[in-house]
């Protein structure tokens, strides 16, 4: 038998679904001192739901408790970690996306697909974007609230890191093809085209990544 919740849980829930999605879009930064006097004034809650959150988040990884709370940075050396993640997370929605998919949202990430492939018109910031955007969309698109849960988890580990590598011309419009490869299986409704394709266009990102860090 479930418990039924209470008041103070559902308030720490809405506390700690607000700081999540501000960590996880790097509204808050790494390293960022969170206050808890502050985040109760902040959201007009008191300090226990506050409390709670924090230490679901911590228990989720984004946040330590170090002097205070903090909010966590990313290490380089879990490259290795986030790419497999991602394979896993991402590979496996794809597949499940390929089957779920409806036309609205094909269009969707066609459109995105486009502006992506404009390099001459946007910035590498409105591209990084645009990127990010296209497969937390497919993730999305698998109907498994779990999973684009995961997902964004593994995305934020990988944007905090800060790598130091800058994809060159011919690397972004390889990844623009394999945009493409993924979106005709999505269209195709194949799903094991739509897995096989998005695990090789992380594979090759990862190899991009792997090489440059190997440099430094």
Do not use: C
């Amino acid at each position: 038998m479930v418990g039924k919740r209470t008041g103070g849980d559902l308030l720490a829930a809405d506390v700690h679904k607000t700081l999540r999605t501000k960590i996880l879009s790097l509204e808050i930064k790494p390293r960022t001192r969170l206050v808890e006097d502050e985040i109760s004034a902040s959201l007009n809650v008191g300090r226990t739901p506050v409390r709670e959150a924090l230490l679901r988040l911590q228990g989720e990884g984004l946040v330590s408790r170090s002097r205070g709370w903090v909010v966590e940075e990313g290490d380089p050396a879990d490259v290795q970690s986030i790419f497999e993640s991602r394979m896993a997370i991402e590979g496996f929605g794809t597949r499940l996306a390929a089957g779920r998919v409806q036309a609205e949202g094909l269009a969707y990430l066609r459109s995105l697909v486009e502006q992506m492939e404009n390099l001459d018109g946007i910035s590498r910031v409105q591209l990084n974007q645009l990127n990010r955007e296209f497969h937390e969309t497919i993730v999305r698109q698998s109907q498994n609230a779990f999973f684009f849960e995961m997902h964004e988890r593994t995305q934020f580990n990988y944007w905090n890191l800060r790598l130091p590598v800058l994809f060159t011309r011919d690397q972004v419009e390889e990844a623009n093809r394999q945009h493409r490869d993924i979106l005709a299986a999505l269209e195709a409704h194949d799903e094991d085209e739509a897995e096989k394709q998005a695990r090789l266009h992380i594979t090759t990102t990862y190899d991009i990544v792997r090489d440059a860090l190997a440099g430094f």
